[in-house]
C-alpha cells in the first residue's frame, strides 16, 4: 500500500549561484558518503549531482508528509547507488520501502519518490 509520494523540481543555475555564495552548500545537503561520490564526478557534473540530492531529499520528505525540518534533515536522508547505477533512499531514523528516480535536464533536476507500507 502507498504511504505517500512526493516530487520535487530544482534549478540547476539556483544550486550553481547559492554554491557559488555558500561554498559549504554541499556539506549542509550531502551526507558524508554523498560527498564521497560528489568528489569522484568531473567539476561539469557536480551542481547536476547536488541538485538531485536536493531534490530527492525534498520529494522524499513530501512523501513523509513532514518537509525538511524539525522531524527530517537533510542529514537524515541518504541517497545512495546500487551497483547498476538506480539511487535508493537511506533513512537513518526509519526503514521502510521507498521507490526513487531522479532525472536531469540542462536547466533542471526532478526526483520523485514513493514510500510503502
Given at each position: 500500500?502507498?504511504?505517500?509520494?512526493?516530487?520535487?523540481?530544482?534549478?540547476?543555475?539556483?544550486?550553481?549561484?547559492?554554491?557559488?555564495?555558500?561554498?559549504r552548500l554541499s556539506e549542509r545537503i550531502l551526507t558524508q558518503a554523498e560527498r564521497l561520490q560528489l568528489a569522484e564526478l568531473a567539476p561539469a557534473?557536480?551542481?547536476?549531482?547536488?541538485a538531485g540530492r536536493f531534490a530527492a531529499k525534498e520529494a522524499y520528505a513530501k512523501a513523509k508528509g513532514t518537509g525538511i525540518g524539525a522531524y527530517l534533515s537533510f542529514q537524515d536522508?541518504?541517497?545512495?547507488?546500487?551497483?547498476?547505477?538506480?539511487?535508493?533512499i537511506v533513512n537513518k531514523q526509519h526503514q521502510e520501502r521507498s521507490h526513487l528516480s531522479i532525472t536531469h535536464s540542462k536547466q533542471y533536476a526532478v526526483a520523485q519518490v514513493v514510500i510503502e507500507e
Open positions: 500500500m502507498i504511504k505517500g509520494i512526493g516530487i520535487d523540481i530544482i534549478e540547476l543555475d539556483r544550486i550553481k549561484a547559492v554554491q557559488k555564495r555558500q561554498p557534473r557536480q551542481i547536476e549531482f547536488i536522508i541518504e541517497i545512495m547507488r546500487a551497483d547498476n547505477g538506480k539511487p535508493y
